[in-house]
């Protein structure tokens, strides 16, 4: 992105918001806002360049340009290292640290087929986005997230996500058992680079296979419409998603960091 972060991460973080996002310069680096998503933490962020500002400084040049905003997220444009060990002041003040595997395919994935009885496709219908819905909501309870408003932020999200697919900007895709949704995920592209979003599966069906085989069926599929982009994805670092993704493989380019304080009550 020309005149935005170098990060592969962040570059791709801010392709799949497509033009529901704006990026504006910063003296400490970029402001990233989702104006129809206030309450999604990653959208709504300050973008950090240069060695790490002072957390007083960052602190409150987030609450400057997010005013209204309950929680505070701050990612750092710094491809080339890791900050994490550099970032115990903000730990200190209950932020969570996150350092993420940013992963680029190196070779052609290995092939990778679906357990006998799962069909895998696009997702396109309301049913089908009603199911994404539901899996993303499931999966955010396991995760502690209970209340209705995260129902209504997720919905929000599966809103822009078929935005930015009816504007061309990627699909959505589906590993289906009959009419139930064991897993999804989603990848967009520019042409030039293309970002898996939400891989996800349902508890009672992990571990059989279908993450890899979804994963590459959405590759075929890019392989077909845009051969020349760059497939990313970002994983936990060093956890199990990111084995899995190396097994098919896809190689470590960068690590991405970031700091959110949670509003109070999350």
């Given at each position: 992105?020309?005149?935005?972060?170098?990060?592969?991460?962040?570059?791709?973080?801010?392709?799949?918001?497509?033009?529901?996002?704006?990026?504006?310069?910063?003296?400490?680096?970029?402001?990233?806002?989702?104006?129809?998503?206030?309450?999604?933490?990653?959208?709504?962020?300050?973008?950090?360049?240069?060695?790490?500002?002072?957390?007083?400084?960052?602190?409150?040049?987030?609450?400057?340009?997010?005013?209204?905003?309950?929680?505070?997220?701050?990612?750092?444009?710094?491809?080339?290292?890791?900050?994490?060990?550099?970032?115990?002041?903000?730990?200190?003040?209950?932020?969570?640290?996150?350092?993420?595997?940013?992963?680029?395919?190196?070779?052609?994935?290995?092939?990778?087929?679906?357990p006998n009885g799962f069909?895998?496709?696009?997702?396109?219908?309301?049913?089908?986005?009603?199911?994404?819905a539901n899996l993303k909501?499931?999966?955010?309870?396991?995760?502690?997230?209970?209340?209705?408003?995260?129902?209504?932020?997720?919905?929000?999200?599966?809103?822009?996500?078929?935005?930015?697919?009816?504007?061309?900007?990627?699909?959505?895709?589906?590993?289906?058992?009959?009419?139930?949704?064991?897993?999804?995920?989603?990848?967009?592209?520019?042409?030039?680079?293309?970002?898996?979003?939400?891989?996800?599966?349902?508890?009672?069906?992990?571990?059989?296979?279908?993450?890899?085989?979804?994963?590459?069926?959405?590759?075929?599929?890019?392989?077909?419409?845009?051969?020349?982009?760059?497939?990313?994805?970002?994983?936990?670092?060093?956890?199990?998603?990111?084995?899995?993704?190396?097994?098919?493989?896809?190689?470590?380019?960068?690590?991405?960091?970031?700091?959110?304080?949670?509003?109070?009550?999350?």
């Open positions: 992105m020309i005149g935005g972060p170098k990060s592969l991460g962040l570059a791709t973080d801010i392709l799949v918001l497509g033009n529901r996002a704006q990026l504006e310069p910063h003296p400490l680096g970029w402001v990233l806002l989702t104006p129809d998503e206030p309450d999604f933490w990653y959208g709504n962020q300050l973008i950090l360049k240069g060695e790490p500002p002072a957390p007083d400084e960052a602190i409150a040049a987030f609450r400057e340009a997010f005013p209204q905003a309950e929680h505070v997220t701050l990612s750092w444009d710094a491809p080339e290292r890791s900050l994490a060990d550099d970032l115990d002041d903000l730990a200190e003040r209950g932020f969570i640290i996150e350092q993420d595997d940013v992963l680029s395919l190196e070779a052609r994935p290995a092939q990778a087929v679906p069909r895998l496709r696009e997702v396109e219908s309301v049913s089908d986005w009603a199911k994404v909501v499931e999966i955010g309870v396991e995760d502690g997230y209970a209340d209705e408003g995260y129902r209504a932020f997720i919905l929000g999200r599966c809103a822009g996500w078929r935005k930015a697919i009816a504007a061309g900007e990627g699909a959505w895709f589906g590993a289906f058992e009959g009419e139930t949704l064991a897993a999804d995920l989603g990848l967009f592209t520019d042409g030039r680079i293309a970002r898996f979003q939400s891989v996800e599966t349902a508890a009672a069906y992990r571990r059989r296979g279908l993450c890899s085989a979804l994963v590459v069926y959405a590759l075929n599929w890019l392989a077909a419409r845009a051969p020349q982009a760059q497939p990313v994805i970002v994983a936990e670092a060093d956890g199990d998603a990111g084995r899995l993704y190396r097994r098919l493989g896809f190689a470590l380019v960068e690590r991405q960091t970031s700091a959110l304080l949670r509003p109070e009550g999350y």
